[in-house]
Every structure is written in structure tokens, then in C-alpha cells.
């Protein structure tokens, strides 16, 4: 909101700008801001909207921090756009 009010720009930063935070979290490996990240962004239908190998990403992330529930949520979606994906 700050950005946006200083710069006279939209507020949304859309779904690139989104990835782009997430992944700098990947990163670095730091999880509390990863989890911070994607449940900030759960309501803009941001994981939807990924590409498969990003959601891959993100899956991969929760099972290497001990959250395989939330790695499953993901690869149901992957699942879900490519059925026919072995």
C-alpha cells in the first residue's frame, strides 16, 4: 500500500509480483515467510494461477519444512490441471 501511494500506482502488484516474493523466500529458505507469503495471498487465487513447475516450487518447500498436507493441497491442483500428466 505504501508503494503504491508513493508511486501513484495500483495497489495490486498482480500475480508476477506475488510469485516474485514467494520465490525469494524459496530461496532463501526461510518458511515463516513463505507460509506468511502464500496464506497473504490464499484470497487473490495466486497458487491457481501459477504454472505447474511453480506450484511444484511451492509444494516442495511445505514437504521440506514438515507440512506435507499443505504439499498435497498443492499437487492436487497440478493434478487437477493436468489429469492426463503422468
Known amino acids: 500500500k ?3 501511494k508513493r508511486y501513484s500506482i495500483s495497489e495490486d ?3 508476477r509480483g506475488r510469485y516474485l516474493l514467494v520465490r525469494l ?3 532463501e529458505n ?5 507460509d506468511l507469503l502464500m496464506n497473504e495471498f490464499k484470497e487473490s487465487d495466486f497458487v491457481e494461477n501459477l504454472q505447474d513447475w511453480q506450484i511444484n516450487t511451492c509444494a ?3 514437504l521440506n519444512n514438515n507440512e506435507p498436507h499443505e504439499a498435497i493441497e498443492l499437487y ?3 493434478v ?3 489429469p492426463e500428466n503422468a
Open 13 to 15: 502488484m498482480g500475480n
Open 80 to 82: 487437477k490441471n493436468n
Open 60 to 62: 516442495d518447500l511445505y
Open 2 to 4: 505504501e508503494r503504491a
Open 30 to 34: 526461510h518458511y515463516p515467510t513463505f
Open 25 to 27: 523466500a524459496i530461496r
Open 76 to 78: 492436487n491442483i497440478i
